[in-house]
T-cell receptor
Framework: AQTVTQSQPEMSVQEAETVTLSCTYD???????LFWYKQPPSRQMILVIR??????QNATENRFSVNFQKAAKSFSLKISDSQLGDAAMYFC?????????????FGQGTRLTINP | KAGVTQTPRYLIKTRGQQVTLSCSPI?????VSWYQQTPGQGLQFLFE???????NKGNFPGRFSGRQFSNSRSEMNVSTLELGDSALYLC?????????????FGEGSRLTVL
């Protein structure tokens, strides 16, 4: 079975600085997706960034980027120029690449605090 | 385009009762999945429906059930409620035309069992 591990239950960063959230996963599949989702206090889960396993290039979305190390099964999220609105729970998630497999496997989450 | 809508947002039940939660996916999305979120267990997959058929099921007891209607709206039901069923229940939908892998989540239904 696939597992996702986030080893940092809580992180804090000063506004405008950079923070990196860690995620490791375990799978025997070769085709899969990895995601970072953000859940603000309002609770709605929002996709931050997505990475397809077959792509070697790390995904980037504005201030958010990932460091995808497939061999090490590591998928960290870097947030640059942190803003107060980035404060939330961040979940790393895995999904098999088969189109019929809609199940997401989530890590336990990292609570990110932004200090003004 | 309207997002994923879940009702009710909050509800309180007592042990032994049953509850039905509703989810309306994004228009055009045919896949609906449900997740349970608790502080102790985190986010756990319940089940997924596609075109009115359950396609995937998580490791939950038979008290948890669901269904999907022809308009893709989905309901989940929990019978004989237990204290441990207190959780945030999240619904997510996905379009099938282009599989980007992304799920779109609703705001959830917060269930408290007393």
């Amino acid at each position: 079975a696939q597992t996702v591990t986030q080893s940092q239950p809580e992180m804090s960063v000063q506004e405008a600085e950079t923070v990196t959230l860690s995620c490791t996963y375990d799978t025997s599949e070769s085709d899969y997706y990895l995601f970072w989702y953000k859940q603000p206090p309002s609770r709605q889960m929002i996709l931050v960034i997505r990475q397809e396993a077959y792509k070697q290039q790390n995904a980037t979305e504005n201030r958010f980027s990932v460091n995808f190390q497939k061999a090490a099964k590591s998928f960290s999220l870097k947030i640059s120029d942190s803003q107060l609105g980035d404060a939330a729970m961040y979940f790393c998630a895995y999904r098999r690449g088969w189109q019929g497999a809609q199940k997401l496997v989530f890590g336990q989450g990292t609570r990110l605090t932004i200090n003004p | 385009k309207a997002g994923v809508t879940q009702t009710p947002r909050y509800l309180i039940k007592t042990r032994g009762q049953q509850v039905t939660l509703s989810c309306s996916p994004i228009s055009g999305h045919r896949s609906v999945s449900w997740y349970q979120q608790t502080p102790g267990q985190g986010l756990q997959f319940l089940f997924e429906y596609f075109s009115e058929t359950q396609r995937n099921k998580g490791n939950f007891p038979g008290r948890f059930s669901g269904r999907q209607f022809s308009n893709s709206r989905s309901e989940m039901n929990v019978s004989t409620l237990e204290l441990g069923d207190s959780a945030l229940y999240l619904c997510a939908s996905q379009g099938s035309a282009t599989d980007t892998g992304e799920l779109f989540f609703g705001e959830g239904s917060r269930l408290t069992v007393l």
